[in-house]
């Protein structure tokens, strides 16, 4: 069965200080990976989709990696208003999207 | 261009009703994913719809139906509503070929009383 987990589940910044978001995949036929962004009560905001391990992909502070069993969600120098819960999910051969639980980062001023 | 829109977004129903959701994609996507989340499952798959035919499904009960039209808007169904249903529904649209990035609506917020 596919398995998606993400660590850690809360993580508290303050403004500036870097940080790592971790995402590890178990599935049968990985078609790519995405990561989105939600704020609370809203739907999830696409951020980037990787396809082949060695890939990279980057956006203003944040920058997404991936490995052939993991991706990372890099956010440097964070602002409080990169608070939110970051959403990794894989697509499967299968056409559906398999989502982890999410990280939930707040970052204080 | 216009984002995937969702109707309605709110919505108050009792446990034994049925309720029908809408889902309106991106113009030109001609595939549309619907999940439920909530905060002990998180987000999970329901099923997904193209031409107007379903290709996959989650492991729901058949209380959950949906249906795509020819225009691609799209429409799923729970019936006989149980208290657990109550969730964030959130349909996602992509042109339909795999490997493609879903995008998201809003969601309808349904709360089973």
């Known amino acids: 069965e596919d398995q998606v987990t993400q660590s850690p589940e809360a993580l508290r910044l303050q403004e500036g200080e870097s940080s790592s978001l971790n995402c590890s995949y178990t599935v049968s036929g990985l078609r790519g990976l995405f990561w989105y962004r939600q704020d609370p009560g809203k739907g999830p905001e696409f951020l980037f989709t990787l396809y082949s391990a060695g890939e990279e992909k980057e956006k203003e502070r944040l920058k997404a990696t991936l490995t052939k069993k993991e991706s990372f969600l890099h956010i440097t120098a964070p602002k409080p208003e990169d608070s939110a819960t970051y959403l990794c999910?894989?697509?499967?051969?299968?056409?559906?999207?398999?989502f982890g639980a999410g990280t939930t980062v707040t970052v204080r001023a | 261009k216009a984002g995937v829109t969702q109707t309605p977004r709110y919505l108050i129903k009792t446990r034994g009703q049925q309720v029908t959701l809408s889902c309106s994609p991106i113009?030109?996507?001609?595939?549309v994913s619907w999940y439920q989340q909530t905060p002990g499952q998180g987000l999970q798959f329901l099923f997904e719809y193209f031409s107007e035919t379903q290709r996959n499904k989650g492991n729901f009960p058949g209380r959950f139906s949906g249906r795509q039209f020819s225009n691609s808007r799209s429409e799923m169904n729970v019936s006989t509503l149980e208290l657990g249903d109550s969730a964030l529904y959130l349909c996602a649209s992509s042109g339909g070929a795999g490997r493609e990035t879903q995008y998201f609506g809003p969601g309808t917020r349904l709360l089973v009383l």
């Open positions: 113009s030109g996507h001609r595939s």
């Open positions: 999910a894989v697509h499967t051969n299968d056409y559906k999207l398999s």
